[in-house]
């Protein structure tokens, strides 16, 4: 009966205008709390009955984003009232508890652009907290899928071909796996060179979000826009984001020893003459991460390339090729100098 | 806004009620029938709590996607790996890297079988007290080079048990231990593997009472460069024979340069002691001990075997179908056979067996395989005090009691 009364009343509010009183706010209390709720809606982040984020958060884009099948992202975090994230010299944000990153997955030409599923990232006390939503059929609301599930859908990619996937959408320990250093789990996006606030920066509480170190953090290029760095710069900066939450010294394939983070040396740690550790059918036959020169013989590429759970890299959060990645990296690694080694 | 709270309080009082009493163990069953039977496992995994057992119901299990396991102190008990008990069958996945992941400590594996999986099988990486006991895992149509890497892979773990477990058909390693310590390998079956048990890059380990036959190189203790650790092992009382499999391995990989017919394979480690084995009817050798002989650039590595031991064990027919390049010759020029031991005479090694020994006379790793100088050598010397037994904490013990 608590249940039924309070939907009434939430109802009866959004009836009466009551927006206009004052801005509506994430529920703090079911952010901080120690639950995962079962409904999305629970932690108020979202326009009730839509996937309409809330005017209060901050809406925000990455210049180099993470491949997930096409998957158009709809980023935003929430920070409480009068809290802010230090930038550290890093680029790092240090966010405080009760941050909520929010990120929904969707395909412009599927389900008219509704969302498939949400992720929230929160900060709690006990640490950062993954949970995957998936969106109801009538899209009003979404539901907790802590174990992950697969969504049959299909979208076109930008070349026009035409895609029909059982897109994954991870469990909670899956989140982990890339989200993890030293087995904690971590944000992975929202680092000060990668974020594009363009699209909320004008807004007259921007500056309450971030306060920014002396020095100037160099931005990331944007892999798909030549006039945002070299051919290496680019690739360096797809390696970023796409594979060095896991290949780092701290991460998920610390074992590999190939560490691809955007500040790392190029070297054979970085793939290039690396023979193939634990890569298992993943060599594809081939000597080297990275052949100097020679994309067809990089088992990299070929692991970016393939669909087989046994080869395929990364290992979750993939159904398709990203083609146009690929390609960039294959022209990144004919362009080196073949006795880069 | 301000209600969302109260109109969960029904999944509140849920969740209270299951943390009311951390203290009390639970046991969560989970039946192979249910039409959901990968989330529904795959959710009682993320929902256990440390002390509590997840129990798989008997049955054939056909799972799409890798299941894995965060929980420190969680059981997985099924009804047996063999007919008739808890089978995860692999054949129809579509994502993951291997059957089942678990990065917590204090873990317990038995009592099923994980099957076809299209990568590795169970990996455990940075998973501390790990216990692999009575498991099962296997490529059901025999060595082929489709199937996955790894059978039972433990990674950066410190304090590792693998008991009773049957691995076959691993495209690489069928039991492969890498970058941890502390680790014992026993009372296991490896078969027709590309390598039977495979350690690597570790630490103390003893591997002992396994029985290794018929893959290509039945066990090797490796050290590769680039990366995070390397260095005493105990091999012992196996019974490593007829290791007769043709290479299967992907090509690059490391495993792919064994040749068929190895007994047991040393590469560039330091303090291992291979002592009391039954070996039988290893074509190329019983024993091998070589260096590491690629390119490397990592300053810190050391491509050298060092304080090898050899003593006290069982040779059977060894060196009758020797399969590396020259061996032809060189079998021809020794009488149509190689003895059981051979050693690339790089490193040092002492070797107490009574069997004939051939050096590849190739001291300096730089030196090509090709400038070959073999000859007879004999390694007899004192050897280096003996290597402690491994000891594991009992907690670990008493779960396999």
Redesign the interface.
């Known amino acids: 009966m608590k249940r039924l009364a309070a939907a009434l009343a939430a109802a009866l509010l959004c009836a009466s205008g009551a927006s206009a009183v004052s801005e509506p706010l994430p529920d703090q209390a079911v952010i901080d709390g120690a639950t995962m709720p079962a409904k999305l809606s629970a932690f108020g982040l979202f326009r009730p009955g839509t996937s309409e984020p809330l005017p209060a958060l901050l809406p925000y884009d990455l210049n180099t984003p993470l491949f997930s099948d096409y998957a158009e992202k709809h980023r935003a975090i929430w920070m409480p009232p009068g809290e802010s994230a230090p930038i550290m010299r890093d680029g790092n944000p240090s966010f405080p508890v009760g941050t909520v990153i929010v990120k929904s997955f969707g395909w412009p030409d599927w389900n008219g652009g509704r969302p498939v599923e949400t992720r929230l990232l929160i900060r709690r006390a006990s640490g950062w907290v993954a949970l995957p939503y998936i969106w109801d059929a009538d899209g009003k609301d979404a539901s907790l899928a802590i174990a992950g599930r697969r969504v049959p859908v299909t979208f076109k990619s930008p070349d026009g071909a035409s895609h029909s996937i059982n897109y994954a959408v991870p469990n909670k320990n899956q989140c982990k796996e890339c989200h993890s250093l030293k087995g904690e789990i971590v944000p992975i996006g929202p680092k000060a060179g990668n974020m594009d606030f363009a699209a909320s920066r004008g807004r007259s509480d921007f500056s309450r979000f971030f306060t920014w170190p002396a020095n100037r953090i160099a931005p990331m290029p944007r892999w798909n826009d030549p006039k945002s760095g070299s051919v290496a710069d680019r690739a360096r900066a797809y390696l970023a984001v796409n594979c060095s939450h896991c290949h780092n010294p701290e991460g998920s394939a610390s074992n590999s020893g190939l560490f691809l983070r955007w500040t790392d040396p190029v070297n054979v740690n970085y793939g290039i003459g690396k023979r193939p550790t634990a890569a298992g059918r993943g060599s594809g036959g081939m000597d080297f991460a990275i052949a100097p020169g020679d994309p067809d013989h990089s088992f990299l590429i070929y692991r970016l390339e393939s669909l087989d759970p046994g080869i395929a890299m990364p290992e979750v959060g993939r159904s398709t090729v990203h083609s146009e990645g690929a390609a960039l990296l294959r022209q990144w690694i004919a362009e080196m100098p073949k006795d880069a080694h | ?12 009082c849920i ?1 209270a009620a299951i ?1 009311a009493n951390p203290a009390s163990a639970k046991t969560i069953s989970v039946s192979a029938g249910t039409p959901d039977a990968n ?2 496992l ?2 009682a ?3 256990a709590e440390p002390g509590d057992t997840v129990e798989l119901g008997a049955g054939t299990w056909k799972l ?3 299941l ?3 929980v420190n102190n969680v059981t997985v008990r099924g009804a047996g790996a063999g007919e008739g008990g808890s089978i995860l069958d692999f054949s129809g ?5 291997e059957g089942l ?1 678990v ?1 917590s400590d204090d873990v317990f594996l038995t009592g099923f079988a994980v099957l076809n ?4 099988g169970i990996k455990s ?2 998973a501390d007290r790990i216990v692999y006991y009575r498991l099962r895992v296997e490529w059901t149509a025999g060595p082929k ?2 199937n ?3 059978g039972v ?1 433990p ?2 773990s410190t304090d590792v048990l693998i008991d009773s477990v049957f691995v076959r058909g691993a ?2 390693a069928g039991i ?1 231990v ?2 941890s310590k502390n680790i014992v390998v026993r009372d296991s079956i490896a078969q027709e593997n590309v390598a039977g048990i495979e350690i690597e890059n570790s630490f103390d380990a003893d591997v002992h009472d396994n029985i290794a036959t018929r893959n290509t190189g039945g066990i090797l203790v490796f050290d ?1 460069p ?3 650790q390397q260095g005493g092992h105990n091999v012992f009382e196996n019974v490593v024979n007829d290791n007769s499999t043709p290479n299967f391995a ?5 495993v792919a340069s064994v040749p068929t017919g190895t007994g047991v394979l040393v590469m560039a480690n330091r303090n291992v002691e291979i002592f009391d084995n039954v070996f039988d009817l290893n074509g190329t050798a019983n024993v091998m001990i070589v260096g590491y002989r ?5 300053p810190n590595y050391q491509p050298l075997p060092k304080q090898i031991v050899v003593r006290g064990n069982q040779h059977g027919k060894a060196g009758y179908a020797p399969a590396f390049d020259g061996a032809d010759q060189i079998a021809a020029a020794l009488g149509g056979s190689l003895p059981p031991v051979l050693w690339d005479g790089a490193g040092d090694a002492v070797v107490l067996d009574d069997v004939g020994v051939l050096s590849l006379g190739l001291p300096d790793i730089k030196t090509p395989r090709s400038e070959a100088k073999p000859q007879p050598a004999n390694l007899k010397g004192t050897p280096p005090a003996r290597l402690p037994e491994i000891k594991l904490p009992e907690s670990m013990e008493a779960k396999v009691k």
């Not at chain 2, 690629?294 to 990592?298: G, V």
């Open positions: 806004m301000r209600f969302h709270g109260l109109r969960h309080a029904a999944t509140l969740l943390a989330e529904k795959q959710e995994l993320i929902l799409t996607d890798g894995s396991l965060d996945q579509q994502g993951a890297g992941l990065t999986t299209k990568g590795d990486k940075g080079a489709t996955g890497a790894y892979y990674v950066e495209s690489d492969y890498g970058q590769l680039s990366l995070p992907p090509k690059g990989n490391i690629y390119d490397h650039k990592d």
